[in-house]
Each structure stands twice: as C-alpha cells, then as structure tokens.
C-alpha cells in the first residue's frame, strides 16, 4: 500500500523557516520523482518543488532562491527546507510522487504552513 506521510508544519514569523519532511512506504518513490506541492487559501495547487531519483532538483520561480528540496532515496524521503519564509507562503503543503511527464498520483494527508507578519 502505498502512502505519503508529511510533517514539519507549523506557524513561523515573517523570515523564518521551517523543515517539512515526507516519508513514503511501499513503492511511493519507487522509479518517481517525490516533490511538493502547495494549496494557498482561496487558490489552486501549486508545484513548489521537485525531486528527482538522480538529484536533480525543480524550484518554482518564486521560492527558488529561499526553498531547497532533498531526497533520500534509500530512506524513501524527501524534505523542504523553507528559508526566508513570507506570508505569501502560507497555505498547506502537500508531498507527491509521480512518474516522469505524468501529474502526482500519490499525494501525502498535507500539513498546513503559516506564516505572520
């Protein structure tokens, strides 16, 4: 059976950070890029990050010099490390996996990220 398992969210100050971390089991990573996605209020998922078996990483334009994706493909595990974080970041964050040039199908529980002022 195959499931994603999110932690590390929490509420945070303007310009603080934040480590999320995903655990997947069964064939969750198996031959699959693992990522992130977010869900702002009142607004569409979002791709935030990427990454794939072979270390290559995707950053969405606006977190990519503040957000660094990783993996561990012997633990099944992929983190976001958040830096700088705004409000604008705020939302719930969601870890996925999927095939190459196929949308996520596995998708983690989420777990929710605030950032004040």
């Known amino acids: 059976q195959v499931q994603l398992v999110e932690s590390g969210g929490g509420s945070v100050q303007a310009g603080g950070s934040l480590r999320l971390s995903c655990v997947g089991s069964?064939?969750?990573?198996?031959?699959?890029?693992a990522g992130w996605y977010r869900q702002r209020p009142g607004e569409a998922r979002e791709f935030v990050a990427a990454?794939?078996?072979?270390?290559?990483?995707y950053l969405a334009d606006d977190v990519e010099d503040r957000f660094t994706i990783s993996r561990d493909n012997d633990k099944n595990t992929v983190d976001l490390q958040m830096s700088i974080l705004k409000p604008e970041d705020t939302g719930t964050y969601y870890c996925?996996?999927?095939?190459?040039?196929?949308?996520?199908?596995?998708w983690g529980q989420g777990t929710q990220v605030t950032v004040s002022l």
């Open positions: 996925a996996t999927w095939r190459p040039a196929e949308d996520p199908d596995h």
């Open positions: 990454a794939r078996r072979d270390g290559k990483t």
């Open positions: 069964g064939s969750a990573f198996s031959g699959r890029i």
